[in-house]
């Protein structure tokens, strides 16, 4: 691949991040800000501070404005990283054309990227945390997610090392249980928090929770087909009209 086309492949990865941002952006105001809200108001039911200054940015811009610049930008971000990572998989994990690389990508992402850190530090609405622990919180998160990412990594380069001598099943297999325990090991050593109050609702907790999960599943679903559609179209111009065109014959 040269440099015209992973350039190409970038710009088109980028505009599929800004896309899907725009999904996960509808998917976090409609489902993800009414439970926002609702922990706010229980915060500031059980807050005997009511003397607070004034906001230096609204509840409002929050959840339009500020939503809107984060959720789109961390898509486009992740877009143009996304497409860099398909341009170095292409032909290195198997015989798969552009839409189906572009969606184990995508699928890769988000499982490493995201439901792993999260099945260990899931994300918490207001009210909920010790304000006097979210910066040992956030540390760890992060470094959950580089652990993930890296032992991702590194489960594909031993599993095409393997696959020779094992097969490609017992390869992949092998390497992906590895993955599996080296995750739970560092679930089982990594400090856990429990700052859940017993007057929040479980409930709201668990719907805050899933919408957390439901956008980061919708940005990166459209990421995959979106940016797949965008793959195929650069690198194979001519696979849709190769069959429709025949020679004439000559007489």
Request: glycine letters at 12%.
């Amino acid at each position: 691949m040269n440099s015209i086309s992973v350039r190409a492949l970038l710009v088109r990865g980028m505009l599929a991040g800004l896309i899907a941002g725009a999904f996960a952006l509808a998917v976090a105001y409609f489902l993800g800000e009414s439970r926002v809200d609702a922990a706010i108001a229980l915060e500031e039911a059980h807050s005997h501070d009511h003397g607070g200054g004034e906001e230096l940015v609204t509840r409002t811009m929050q959840a339009t404005g500020g939503l809107a610049t984060g959720v789109l930008v961390f898509g486009v971000a992740a877009g143009g990283i996304a497409a860099l990572v398909v341009c170095y998989a292409l032909g290195r994990i198997g015989r798969f054309g552009p839409r189906a690389t572009a969606a184990l990508i995508a699928g890769a992402a988000l499982l490493t990227v995201y439901v792993v850190p999260f099945l260990k530090y899931p994300a918490n609405p207001p009210a909920v945390g010790n304000p006097d622990t979210i910066g040992k919180r956030t540390t760890l998160f992060f470094l959950m997610v580089a652990l993930s990412v890296l032992l991702a990594v590194a489960a594909v380069i031993i599993g095409k090392r393997l696959a020779p001598r094992l097969g490609n099943w017992n390869a992949t297999t092998g390497a992906g249980a590895g993955y599996v325990v080296v995750i739970g090991l560092a679930y089982a050593f990594l400090p856990s928090f429990d700052e859940v109050g017993k007057d929040f609702p479980a409930t709201l907790l668990w719907e805050f929770r899933l919408s957390t999960l439901a956008v980061q599943t919708t940005l990166w679903t459209v990421f995959g087909v979106v940016f797949g559609y965008l793959t195929e179209r650069v690198l194979a111009p001519a696979a849709r009209t190769a069959p429709s065109r025949v020679a004439s014959p000559v007489h």
